[in-house]
């Protein structure tokens, strides 16, 4: 039987509980399940979590950006999940946030940062002096040596990575591989599907968009592309796209097929140029530039998605929408987990970026 590594007794008389995480829209839709699991597990436990900036800075002109997070959105629209710390984009938010988690006096905190552990052990103690901290720890080494005094603040703590290594575990194994441990919180595998529940207003905007676009009475699929991620290493060039879409137009298949192309917000005037030069027709540029619920509403209206390794692939597993998920090599564990739906085709060499992945496999794929 597995003894959770926080106290029994401790979960069961505690009123509120810390998770602290730096998150991305990829991590938290793992994660997610993991937070709904241990609500239902502990439902009397009022759940509470610090998103920590990574980014955080003192220049001013970053702020608007920061503060303009998706995932907030998403979080904001989240049951089980009671209090958010979301304001620490800088120094000063950041402190701000730290005395207002003070004031909870939270018996129980759970650091669950793979960046630097050292830092969030240090910030879980400084939040709660006198509760239950518990969070990941580095394998000893030199630099676990250097960390010392900081680990020294856990009263628990858990290694990021499961205990079989040689499982080649993906990371929603990994994610309920921790909630095991640390509060006995048994997620199976189809536990760790994920899942997005679209409020209605957004569904309704999706099928508008396509109403102006004309694609509601469309013969053909519908098929979303995004080839953006936040780095260049997992990018897809651009012309990649229009060749991908002047080739699927060639099979008999996908001769009526409409295209909708995603672009972040910084290469909007890029996809435009492209999609202008190109004259590509049924196709669309769209951005989810003012909620996060417009990306899933979209995507749930397509009959296929192909994206790179970003939040996207994993959202069209959210949506149940059959996916191609285009990779390098350096990251199984992040690939698409309902593999019923999703069809990875990953870079021939390790060191190869997303770029090198070439249309002819796409198509290879998709036959």
């Given at each position: 039987?597995?003894?959770?590594?926080?106290?029994?007794?401790?979960?069961?008389?505690?009123?509120?509980?810390?998770?602290?995480a730096?998150?991305?829209?990829?991590?938290?839709t793992?994660?997610?399940?993991?937070f709904?699991a241990?609500?239902?597990?502990?439902?009397?436990?009022?759940?509470?979590?610090?998103?920590?900036?990574?980014?955080?800075?003192?220049?001013?002109?970053?702020?608007p950006?920061?503060?303009?997070?998706?995932?907030?959105?998403?979080?904001?629209a989240?049951?089980?999940?009671?209090?958010?710390?979301?304001?620490?984009?800088?120094?000063?938010?950041?402190?701000a946030?730290?005395?207002?988690?003070?004031?909870?006096?939270?018996?129980?905190?759970?650091?669950?940062?793979?960046?630097?552990?050292?830092?969030y052990?240090?910030?879980?103690?400084?939040?709660?002096?006198?509760?239950?901290?518990?969070?990941?720890?580095?394998?000893?080494?030199?630099?676990?040596?250097?960390?010392?005094?900081?680990y020294?603040?856990?009263?628990?703590?858990?290694?990021?990575?499961?205990?079989?290594?040689?499982?080649?575990?993906?990371?929603?194994?990994?994610?309920?591989?921790?909630?095991?441990?640390?509060?006995?919180?048994?997620?199976?595998?189809?536990?760790?599907?994920?899942?997005?529940?679209?409020?209605?207003?957004?569904?309704?905007?999706?099928?508008?968009?396509?109403?102006?676009?004309?694609?509601?009475?469309?013969?053909?699929?519908?098929?979303?592309?995004?080839?953006?991620?936040?780095?260049?290493?997992r990018?897809?060039?651009?012309?990649?796209?229009a060749?991908?879409?002047?080739?699927?137009?060639?099979?008999?298949?996908?001769?009526?097929?409409?295209?909708?192309?995603?672009?972040?917000?910084?290469?909007?005037?890029?996809?435009?140029?492209?999609?202008?030069?190109?004259?590509?027709?049924?196709?669309?540029?769209?951005?989810?530039?003012?909620?996060?619920?417009?990306?899933?509403?979209?995507?749930?209206?397509?009959?296929l998605?192909?994206?790179?390794?970003?939040?996207?692939?994993?959202?069209?597993?959210?949506?149940?929408?059959?996916?191609?998920?285009?990779?390098?090599?350096?990251?199984?564990?992040?690939?698409?987990?309902?593999?019923?739906?999703?069809?990875?085709?990953?870079?021939?060499?390790?060191?190869?970026?997303?770029?090198?992945?070439?249309?002819?496999?796409?198509?290879?794929?998709?036959?």
């Amino acid at each position: 039987m597995n003894v959770p590594l926080i106290p029994t007794d401790l979960l069961k008389k505690s009123d509120k509980i810390l998770f602290i995480a730096h998150l991305a829209l990829g991590d938290y839709t793992y994660l997610q399940n993991c937070f709904q699991a241990f609500a239902r597990a502990y439902p009397h436990l009022k759940l509470h979590l610090w998103v920590d900036e990574v980014r955080r800075t003192s220049d001013a002109s970053q702020w608007p950006h920061l503060k303009k997070n998706v995932l907030y959105d998403w979080l904001d629209a989240c049951d089980f999940i009671e209090k958010v710390y979301k304001q620490n984009y800088s120094p000063e938010l950041f402190q701000a946030s730290i005395r207002e988690a003070q004031q909870e006096h939270y018996p129980i905190v759970v650091s669950l940062g793979t960046l630097r552990p050292h830092f969030y052990a240090d910030l879980a103690r400084e939040i709660s002096p006198d509760g239950f901290v518990l969070g990941l720890k580095k394998p000893h080494g030199l630099q676990g040596l250097i960390h010392w005094f900081s680990y020294r603040k856990l009263d628990a703590s858990l290694d990021p990575d499961v205990a079989d290594r040689a499982s080649a575990p993906h990371i929603s194994d990994v994610h309920a591989d921790w909630f095991r441990q640390l509060a006995g919180v048994d997620i199976p595998p189809a536990g760790r599907i994920p899942f997005v529940h679209i409020p209605g207003q957004f569904v309704e905007g999706a099928k508008a968009r396509l109403h102006e676009w004309g694609f509601d009475g469309r013969r053909g699929k519908l098929v979303f592309i995004n080839p953006f991620a936040k780095t260049r290493k997992r990018c897809w060039p651009v012309e990649r796209v229009a060749e991908l879409i002047t080739t699927m137009r060639a099979q008999p298949e996908w001769r009526d097929a409409c295209f909708i192309v995603n672009a972040v917000p910084q290469e909007v005037d890029n996809v435009k140029a492209m999609l202008a030069r190109r004259q590509l027709d049924r196709t669309e540029l769209f951005s989810a530039n003012e909620n996060f619920f417009q990306l899933p509403a979209m995507l749930a209206q397509c009959d296929l998605i192909v994206s790179v390794e970003t939040a996207v692939m994993h959202l069209a597993n959210a949506v149940g929408v059959p996916v191609v998920a285009l990779m390098r090599q350096k990251t199984p564990e992040w690939a698409p987990v309902d593999k019923a739906n999703s069809t990875v085709i990953t870079a021939d060499q390790r060191r190869d970026w997303v770029k090198a992945i070439p249309v002819d496999a796409v198509m290879h794929a998709l036959a």
